[in-house]
């Protein structure tokens, strides 16, 4: 017996065995960071299946001075829902709570469970003939808490916003046990302070997310899918530019490939084939989507006669089908997969002005490759709304402590120029454990202390996403 056995006794006469993991060999998939890199470990692992077995939870963890992580798909990147390596803090996983409350087409609206796998709440949208806008790469595995917890954007921020701009309401278990009933479905509200805004992007450090009414748009009828090779990223954003006045806002997502990561999808996916004749040195890839008596593809030709006699245009393919859609799409998605292959890199998710885009990158090719001419960079993202992955190949014969050295000095010197530019080094993914000494380096004195202030109201005990955002006091 050790000092946790009587609360793990007390956990499972709460939530029964299927609802308590108390087996390291059953953690696995809590405890191992999406990236590889890193392994946490868990006092173990609490399921709860309802919002008051949540707060229960909740309330005997404060009973008992347990630290908690809440836990959605585990994709996010910034080790926020990994538990600490100590032993000392308790997951608590949504995942058991995933229904579909309600659909109201009429209003718009979808009210569900947090532990809801995103592509899910785009499905039952669907069914609904209505659309829920937030698309990701992993959305077959993040939950919908997850995704309010970390304010998630994707593939369609430039037309539909982040989570921030999609959450109607919020159910919130406080980290005392207390719940907070902010399910309210009102696409207008002006009462007062927006507590659910101070949830969406807290990282689990406020309060655990149980419940959520969505905002949903209609189901569009009609898209266009283009990949166009483009020779440069400064022709990348005058096309950005052109595209966003000539399409009437139709414009859903605008994605800068470089060629570098063609290369790398076509090593992870062998099953596709390089998408136009030529090799160029950046694409752009983009969707149109609406509804209605609007004529796609004529929207679509007229941005490329345009962008081609503009020069901004070399080549390019449209997909005249959805299943070549699809195909294009996997070029995107299949980098991703030829990145993890190359084991660890530097993975940023910086953001600057839309303006300031092309510059930026400029400015921080020269720098990474003044300081380390053999890595390699690929800056791809969406680059519609100013946000770009800068992310970094170190050269494959570096040992293992050198290359987690020389990322180290290439995230210090990159970051250095998002200052330069007025930029965030982090635009999506939130900062969790990786960012946080260099988000807190960028903090004043005001802010700090309002935002410890705000961690110290909702949580006094500090049991809830410790060391998260803000560096844990405990911690020497
Ligand atoms: C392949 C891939 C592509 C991605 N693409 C994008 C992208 O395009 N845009 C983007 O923004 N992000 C992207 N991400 C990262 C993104 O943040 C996550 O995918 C997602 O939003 C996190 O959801 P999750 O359920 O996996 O959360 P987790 O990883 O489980 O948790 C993330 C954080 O939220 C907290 N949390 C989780 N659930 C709750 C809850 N119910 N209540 C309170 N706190 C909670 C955790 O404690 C943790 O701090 C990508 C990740 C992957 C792996």
């Not at 998605?333 to 303006?355: A, F, W, Y």
Request: proline fraction near 5%.
């Amino acid at each position: 017996m050790d000092e946790y056995t009587p609360f793990l006794d007390a956990l499972t006469a709460l939530l029964g065995c299927e609802g308590v993991l108390n087996d390291p060999a059953d953690h696995e998939r809590y405890v191992q960071d999406w990236a590889g890199d890193r392994l946490g470990m868990p006092l173990a692992v609490a399921r709860p299946s309802s919002t008051a077995q949540v707060a229960d939870t909740v309330k005997l963890c404060r009973e008992h001075g347990v630290r908690m992580v809440p836990q959605g798909g585990h994709t996010g990147l910034v080790r926020g829902a990994m538990p600490d390596p100590e032993h000392a803090e308790l997951v608590i996983s949504l995942e058991r709570m995933d229904r579909i409350r309600r659909i109201d087409p009429l209003n718009f609206s979808i009210t569900v469970d947090a532990g809801c796998i995103l592509e899910n709440v785009k499905r039952a949208a669907e069914a609904e003939d209505c659309y829920f806008p937030l698309s990701l790469g992993a959305q077959g595995s993040c939950q919908i808490g997850g995704n309010i917890a970390t304010n998630a954007g994707g593939l369609n921020v430039l037309r539909y916003g982040m989570m921030r701009q999609l959450v109607m309401g919020l159910e919130v278990v406080l980290p005392d046990g207390r719940i907070w009933d902010g399910m309210r479905a009102l696409h207008k509200d002006n009462r007062g302070y927006s507590l659910a805004q101070l949830f969406i992007g807290s990282e689990g450090t406020l309060g655990i997310v149980t419940g959520a009414v969505l905002k949903l748009s209609p189901r569009p009828e009609k898209s266009q899918t283009a990949l166009l090779a483009v020779p440069s990223v400064k022709a990348a954003m005058q096309l950005y530019a052109l595209a966003r006045r000539q399409c009437s806002d139709l414009l859903s997502a605008f994605e800068l490939i470089p060629r570098e990561c063609i290369e790398l999808a076509l090593k992870a996916a062998p099953q596709l084939s390089d998408p136009l004749d030529a090799a160029y040195p950046h694409y752009v890839l983009l969707d149109l989507a609406a509804t209605g008596p609007v004529d796609l593809g004529e929207m679509i030709e007229a941005l490329l006669t345009q962008g081609m006699e503009d020069g901004l245009v070399l080549d390019g393919v449209l997909a005249a089908s959805m299943s070549q859609s699809q195909r294009l799409w996997q070029f995107r998605e299949s980098m991703l997969e030829g990145q993890q292959q190359r084991g660890e890199h530097l993975r940023t998710d910086i953001s600057v002005p839309i303006s300031a885009l092309a510059d930026f990158a400029e400015a921080a090719t020269q720098a990474v490759g003044t300081h380390s001419p053999d890595a390699t960079i690929i800056a791809y993202g969406h680059v519609g709304d100013g946000n770009l992955h800068f992310n970094v190949l170190p050269p494959a014969t570096l040992a293992k402590e050198e290359t987690t050295n020389l990322l180290h000095d290439i995230e210090l010197l990159l970051f250095d120029v998002v200052d330069r530019f007025d930029g965030s080094i982090s635009a999506e993914h939130g900062i969790g454990r990786v960012k946080q000494a260099a988000y807190l380096a960028r903090t004043s004195d005001v802010e700090r202390e309002l935002l410890t202030g705000l961690k110290q109201l909702f949580d006094p005990d500090q049991l809830m996403g410790m060391g998260r955002i803000l560096a844990d006091p405990s911690a020497s």
